[in-house]
């Protein structure tokens, strides 16, 4: 008996609770490219062929860290369950930030002249000693980036990426680094809007 | 040797929100244009991108960078039915207005500005922020936008029954949650890589 690959489901549907055929599931298939292309992009950063600027251990970590600081708990436990698989002695380090690192966003500082009325002053996220200890300097460096990423991305400066390469980072590492902060910055607002959506749809199935 | 920062301690960046056309200055090195491989151009999807730092810097990861530029493609390009252009570029102005990405919002605002012909009312989302008050509709969008733009997102079905007021159905909704996320992806990218430069001298 043959097995044959079990094809990754779409991950956004997945996490929004979107079935082919329902309503909202018309909706994301008049916009086939777009569904393809995002699904293409979760594995481009989290199945890659190649992993070797950003190893999975270290995307899985980054990316449980990033979901528990937008605090949706299906998004969550989705990555959560793949870094049990690819780093699980990292789980309870990366709680543990996710819980140092919550706040709001987006705040930051904005230059001299009209917009400096709308700076909004905001925590400047440090891993704890711990989390040091557990994590490494390259995933430490890497989880204060993304915090930036998530909650002030106005303030990133280069001296951000300078402690990055420090930390031994590469320029090829980095920009997968940021891209997958970014990615899942866009993939669970897709998420959450198009659940909260489908929740609320009233239109008839056709 | 091209693991290291690039400063720009001339350029000096511009202070407020614009629709003119602005530069960006990368901080690390992009692929030089002769270096790129065929994957990597692939990448760009538009040939025309090669001569964009920001892309060639994009493209050291080109499986990311191209189904990151199709995904672009669909959610703005894609006019079957649906939000109207204007009012997904509104979106994506928006956001970038929301997050702070002065280069992300003078090229959507600017679009914004061409597909709607409302200049004056974009430049007052660019000039008076987010909680500007121009009209039900675009109000609307608005709020719906930066709701999606906070993080925790803020975005609930108060945001979902507004925008059905204003006339959106669900192809549009779906297309404006879009909009605002992918600007959510493309703002962070921007704001953390490299700045914006003034390509006049009077911003």
Redesign the interface.
Known sequence: MTTLPTPTPDVISLLAGISTGS??GD??A?????RE??Q??F???FE??SPD?VTLRERYALATFIAG????PAVAAFYGARLAAHGSDLADAVAGEIGRGLT???Y?T??????AT?SVAGPRYQVSEEGQTTLGHRLTAAFE?VH????H??D?K?????AL?AAGW???G???L??L???L??????V???R??S?????PRH | MTDQIIPHPDNIPPKAFTQDELDWLPWLEPVAADDLSEVQKTALVDAARIKSAYFRLLARDPAILEARTLTDKDIFYNTKGGLPRAERELAAAATSRRNGCIYCASVHSGFASVHSKRRDDVQRLLDEGIGVDIDERWNAVIAATTALTATPVAFGPEHISRLREVGLDDLAISDLIHGAAFFNWANRLMLSLGEPQATSSDI
């Open positions: 309503p909202l909706v994301r008049a916009r086939p490219q777009a292309q995002a293409r992009s594995a481009a950063l890659p062929a600027a600081l937008h605090g949706d709001e966003g987006p930051g904005y230059p001299e002249g009209r917009l709308e980036h930036l990423l998530v909650f991305p106005r990133a280069p001296e951000a990426l300078a390469l590469t320029t090829d980095i920009v997968t940021s891209q902060a970014a990615f910055s866009f993939q669970i607002r897709a959450i809007g198009l909260t959506l929740i609320s749809s009233h239109s």
